[in-house]
């Protein structure tokens, strides 16, 4: 059979991890937490299923978790949106972010994103026939050159994909980029925004998550996404949702109905019950920057030169001073001579584009990233 992605193969994550298991590295590598969920989480979502909660849920979602999550969204971005119209529960941030393009991108329009990238927006976009503009970011600072992505926009383009807080770079939108986008938007009325927001309780430094949401000129053409599993460590539960105005949603559900049609009921209801306490999600930041901040001290002698984060749970190294080879070799090497496990990130930029660093996801107990620090500061 003909490949509809020839030039895919399995996820690095997937193979950082699998070689992490074969050589016993300490893995830094895939994003999730290697600490439990906590307790009171998983005896809601084991009451849930005792309750027979079992059967389909809702299509956008238990109305319950979607009310809970506008009052969220109300609190957070001071946006009001419907939770029987603008809200739906999605298996994780990813089929989210699959869908919404499938709504979105008609065969032949174009698509702009951000590189490094997080790997699941441009297969997408390639199944639904769409053309990947690519404006590539560069270290130290991967900052946005606004009039350069203007220049990236031609009658076809439909649509942009951001993800802030940004995973590989940590890095943050900041309200320069929020207005040049406004404007973009405004000057564009074809364009439409897919806003990957699923590392919105990780930022650090006292500086806030700019969501979309709170743009009423953003909010009003686009699409935001957001996962539990990352927000409460339960990456394996694959639930999050999307939020958009009523026209795009109605549209997003004719093909959510025929993708998953709903997802995981008795989650919901723990989800929905869980939310009550806010302190579950804004004590959040405190702790990813206690474990960012710690990381950072112990590895300060290092030759590996940390990329400050600003927000989500990584961050970015530069391994010049160690060695020039190319990030996959060094990698690899690392995993099988050192026992260490991080993600080489020119797989994430434009033609592999080589900037000699790596990620590390900093979402591990003390005793990963302090045995982790000891081989970095050997390095
Ligand atoms: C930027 C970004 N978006 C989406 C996802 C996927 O989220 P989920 O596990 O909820 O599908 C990830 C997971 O690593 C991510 O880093």
Redesign the pocket.
Known sequence: MKSKLPHVGTTI?TRMSALAHQHDAINLSQ??PNFPADKKLTALAAQALRDDHNQYAPLGGKFSLRKILSEKVARLYDRNIDPETDITLT???????FTAVATMVHPGDEVIMFKPA?D?YEPAIDLNRGITRVFQMKPPQYAIDWNAVEDLISEKTKLIVL?SP??PTGKLLHQADIDALIQLVDKYPQLYILS?E??EHMTFDERPHLSVLQFPKLAARSMA?F????TFHV?GW???YIIAPEALMNEFRKVHQYNVFCVNHPFQVALAEYLKDADNYLNLPAFYQKKRDHFLSITSRSRLKMLPSEG?YFQLADYSEISNEKDDAFTLRLIREKGLALIPVSGFNQNAEQHHNVRICFAKTDETLEAAAEIINRL
């Open positions: 994550f994003g999730f298996a994780g941030a990813t089929q989210a972010v997080y699941c993800n940004h995973n990957d699923v590392y996404c996962s539990f599993g990352k990456t694959k639930l999050g989500s």
